[in-house]
């Protein structure tokens, strides 16, 4: 099971392509809203959450992934069940994925500490000891997967997919979306 937290203020862009991306893979995604189920994107738009922040089954996780947005990411520290949330797959080897300010997230939680990473320009303050990698879009550092912005969400959603399928599936769903 893929968890996506969700925060009021997250940025919808990163959530959606993500989330579509893994489920045209066959992939199990689950949206957890951490404010409740309906959740307010930075931009206003309303998503409904499939489950709430306590309705996580933490043993049955594989990847537990967070957008950015400040909005988020600040909601995100806000919730201790968040914290512990991201904390338990890290400690127990699941794939842990943040894309933007999302990774500052990490930083904190000391899940970036020298590894390779990258986020949203500007924020790299906020990254602790991870080791910064400029201008990429995505960075994969053993199960740690991060991405840089909105714009790079395709390709952060194409690397958790491989991440979980493999590459062949990750093709086959980069040519659906006829990324050119």
Known sequence: MVYMLLGT?????????????????????????????????????PVVADITIGEMDLTDMEMIVIPGGLGGVASLRASRASLDALKFGWENQKYVAAICA????????????????????????NMGSAKMQEN??????????TGTSAGCAIPFGLAL?????GKEAA??????IVIR
């Open 9 to 45: 203020g997250f940025e919808e862009t990163e959530a959606i392509a993500p989330l579509d991306l893994l489920r045209r893979a066959g992939v199990e995604v689950l949206t957890v809203g951490i404010d409740g189920k309906t959740v307010i994107g930075s931009h206003k738009i």
């Open 102 to 125: 999302g990774p500052t997230v990490l930083a904190d939680l000391g899940i970036t500490d020298g590894r390779k990473a990258t986020c949203y320009p500007g924020q790299e303050n």
């Open 136 to 145: 990429a879009a995505v960075v994969v550092d053993g199960k740690l997967i």
């Open 161 to 165: 997919v491989e991440a979980l399928k």
């Open 171 to 176: 093709e086959t769903v980069r040519k659906q």
